[in-house]
């Protein structure tokens, strides 16, 4: 374990990168074997705005890195924070610990609260309005929304105590278990439900992408399904009932337009009309 940490406290961006564009070719080739939906798209063509706010996202995440690497060392230096409380316990336990509740603050509670804030929920609008859900939809986030979701990790930084180390480590998972919960593949039921009380699998993350509520307010969390569990937003709908997409916003050629989306946030909601392969 300590040689994990001590790679993860001092990672290349090198590597960083290759985690991003591993887990993204890695998954896109498994849809291709095991897809849960053959939806009849172009599949690089669907891509292409999805990967252009991925981006956005790491340019964001790069360019406000000297904020978490601050934050980090500042509770490391005044063992501050939560895990910094708690009394002396193994290497193995402290670091399961910190990204349990990196992943509160920087997942589920970002997510929670960019649904029930109506502001922030247009902004995460155009993260929901992609209507085929594969892997390359994991970081389909508007550049506000970025911002916001990098906000809510550096709270979590400061609140939890977390050193830099496990600040990247939580990051590397986040961003492998968000490209797991998306991609387009089809996991044994029972295995899938199993997995759902310990993590996020796939099928518990994409009824949060159901197009209508009360299942498009559930589900937030990113790793761990504890979070849910505790709060009472899991929720449960059949794969074969789920529909992808934004009921007020149905219009899929806008959705897939890259200047559409941009200002989709300040845009009124469409009238909620049923498309041809849409059912309740």
């Keep these: 374990m300590e040689s994990i940490i001590n790679y993860f406290e001092t990672i290349p961006s090198l590597h960083r990168s290759l985690i991003l564009v591993g887990g993204l070719t890695f998954f896109w080739f498994l849809e291709s074997g095991v897809p849960l939906f053959k939806f009849k ?55 399961f610990i910190g990204v349990l509740f990196l992943d509160f603050f920087g997942a589920y509670l970002a ?69 797991f919960t998306h991609a387009n593949i089809r996991l044994p039921k029972g295995l899938d439900k199993a997995l759902s009380y310990f993590i996020i699998s796939p099928d518990m993350h994409k009824t949060h992408h159901h197009y ?28 074969e009932k789920l529909v992808y997409g934004v009921d007020v916003f149905p219009d899929e050629v806008k959705n897939s337009d890259i200047k559409h989306l941009l200002k989709q946030p300040f845009l009124p909601y469409e009238k909620a009309t049923l498309s041809t392969n849409l059912e309740d």
């Design 41 to 95: 798209y172009i599949k690089w063509k669907h891509a292409l705005p999805n990967l252009f706010f991925t981006f956005t996202t790491i340019i964001i995440n790069f360019a406000l890195a000297f904020l978490l690497i601050g934050v980090a060392d500042w509770v490391k230096a005044n063992n501050f924070g939560i895990i910094n409380w708690l009394p002396e316990m193994p290497l193995w336990l402290y670091a």
């Design 212 to 239: 209508r509520l009360p299942y498009t307010d559930s589900n937030y969390g990113n790793i761990f399904s504890i979070w849910d569990r505790i709060f009472g937003t899991y929720m449960y709908l059949d794969r």
């Design 111 to 179: 997510h929670y609260v960019e649904h029930k804030v109506k502001p922030l929920w247009m902004v995460h609008l155009v993260h929901h309005t992609d209507h085929k859900v594969d892997t390359t939809t994991a970081n389909r986030h508007h550049p506000i929304e970025s911002l916001i979701r990098f906000g809510f990790t550096l709270l979590g930084v400061f609140v939890v105590g977390t050193p830099i180390a496990l600040v990247m480590l939580y990051q590397a998972m986040s961003l492998i278990f968000t490209q």
